[in-house]
């Protein structure tokens, strides 16, 4: 029973490219959630996903940022124009159903963005 | 806005004793409170949490205090083991909303 999947483990892109980071969640659940961590900071939330469906995305900054999460497939976050203050672990998070209770969610093993 | 403040970045304690962190919040509406482990290249795992209705969950050797009246929670670890070398994260949420709002973590390190 596989945990959540995130890929790649590391992604190292230049000033302008994309970065397309993936996220399959934990099987059965249809709950996906982005969170960001900067150097020295703590994990910040982006956007809570359902399949097909943006619930909250009150944490995506305004510009060059998107998420998806389609009918099939993995979800996708991806930041076009990437610039160096973009480089972050972006932590993806799993749960089967909207968390009413005080369980904590399953994280992924994140993705490390490098922009050079 | 950091609703959730974790100082006193980093402890070191030693294996068998007690490893005590805090955390602060300003949102008294926050209804959850989580504690997450946090290994380097992992993600974050869940450890423990408490409602605010409570003022003290327990987990084998885990126990979360909530002063509701304080906004503050603590993080109590005994007895402290080499495997808990880590970095603990407090995080906050409201009911109804699945938004973790996280502090900037405490490195703890036991030494054997």
């Known amino acids: 029973n596989a945990g959540v999947m995130q890929n790649p483990r590391h992604l190292v892109r230049r000033r302008g490219q994309e970065a397309r980071l993936r996220c399959s969640p934990m099987?059965?659940?249809?709950?996906v959630y982005w969170y960001r961590q900067l150097p020295e900071e703590g994990l910040k939330f982006m956007v809570y996903?359902?399949?097909?469906?943006?619930?909250?995305e009150s944490g995506m900054p305004k510009e060059r940022f998107s998420a998806e999460f389609p009918k099939e497939g993995p979800s996708i976050l991806r930041i076009q124009q990437v610039v160096r203050g973009d480089s972050a672990a972006y932590f993806c998070a799993s749960s089967p159903r909207r968390q009413e209770s005080n369980y904590g969610y399953t994280f992924g093993s994140g993705t490390r963005l490098t922009v050079v | 806005d950091q609703q959730v403040k974790q100082n006193s970045p980093s402890l070191s304690v030693q294996e068998g004793r007690i490893s005590i962190l805090n955390c602060d919040y300003t949102n008294s509406m926050f209804d959850y409170f989580l504690w997450y482990k946090k290994y380097p290249a992992e993600g974050p795992t869940f450890l423990i949490s408490i409602s605010s209705i409570k003022d003290k969950n327990e987990d084998g050797r885990f126990t979360v205090f909530l002063n509701k009246s304080a906004k503050h929670l603590s993080l109590h670890i005994v007895p402290s083991q080499p495997g808990d070398s880590a970095v603990y994260f407090c995080a906050a949420k409201f009911s109804g909303n699945n938004r973790l709002a996280f502090g900037k973590g405490n490195q703890v390190v036991v030494i054997p």
């Open positions: 099987k059965g659940h249809s709950h």
């Open positions: 996903l359902q399949k097909e469906n943006i619930i909250d």
